[in-house]
């Protein structure tokens, strides 16, 4: 099946940095990408939809400029966290809609984020 | 508005006997059901979806769900539960015709005992 990768799988910050996380196709192009946080013992939530070559599509409660997303090429999102706080600490997955012919999104392994 | 509704936060089963996980949805239009499977510290495993056709749906690892139209409800299932079975199970849907990210049930961890 198709396969998505993060980088990194886990990252330690301190307050105030920021985080790039990137998140790719390996085998397959994705115009759209999405982005999910997923809290302690809880669900995914939607953070973003990211789509090649125009802006990030931004769910209520999420601030752009907090939550940069870039996705430059049909195999390549990154999501930036900017000045990173301890509540930013999470778990962040991305997504990408499988190849034509299929309906499920395929995920990545995910990277765990802690900000001290 | 979609949402999905997976009512039980854990599911206790012994090895070698059946399982149930539970899931119902509401969506308009037609709904594309998926069933995914969580390792710790792992990103989502795909197991199986329901995008039309046949009710009962075949897919992972010995992983089946039916689709319940009148009951909107996509159980997922297992005849006989192994102790590696247990993970962190999401139900997910996204209508047919609208955007396509999903939207995720809150999750039911499954606890398979020897």
């Known amino acids: 099946g198709a396969v998505v990768s993060q980088h990194p799988s886990r990252v330690i910050c301190k307050s105030g940095t920021s985080v790039k996380i990137e998140c790719r196709s390996l085998d397959f192009q994705a115009t759209t990408m999405f982005w999910y946080r997923q809290f302690p013992k809880k669900s995914l939530m939607l953070m973003a939809t990211?789509?090649?070559?125009?802006?990030?599509?931004?769910e209520q409660g999420v601030e752009k400029d907090k939550f940069l997303i870039n996705h430059a090429s049909l195999t390549l999102s990154t999501l930036t966290v900017t000045s990173a706080h301890p509540e930013d600490s999470s778990f962040y997955i991305c997504?990408?809609?499988?190849?034509?012919?299929?309906?499920?999104?395929?995920f990545g392994p995910g990277t765990r984020l802690t900000v001290l | 508005a979609q949402s999905v509704a997976q009512p039980e936060d854990q599911v206790n089963v012994a090895e070698g006997n059946p399982l149930t996980v539970k899931c119902t949805y509401s969506?308009?239009?037609?709904?594309?059901l998926f069933w995914y499977v969580q390792y710790p510290n792992r990103g989502l495993q795909f197991l199986l979806k329901?995008?039309?056709?046949?009710?009962l749906v075949k897919g992972s690892y010995g992983f089946e769900a039916e689709f319940n139209k009148s009951q909107t409800s996509f159980h997922l299932k297992k005849p006989s539960a192994l102790v590696s079975d247990s993970a962190l199970y999401f139900c997910?849907?996204?209508?047919?015709?609208?955007?396509?990210?999903?939207?995720f049930g809150s999750g039911t961890r499954l606890q398979v005992q020897p």
């Open positions: 997504s990408a809609n499988a190849p034509v012919g299929h309906n499920e999104q395929f």
């Open positions: 329901y995008i039309t056709g046949d009710n």
């Open positions: 990211s789509n090649e070559g125009s802006k990030a599509t931004y």
């Open positions: 969506v308009s239009g037609n709904p594309y």
């Open positions: 997910a849907v996204r209508d047919s015709t609208g955007r396509r990210a999903l939207t």
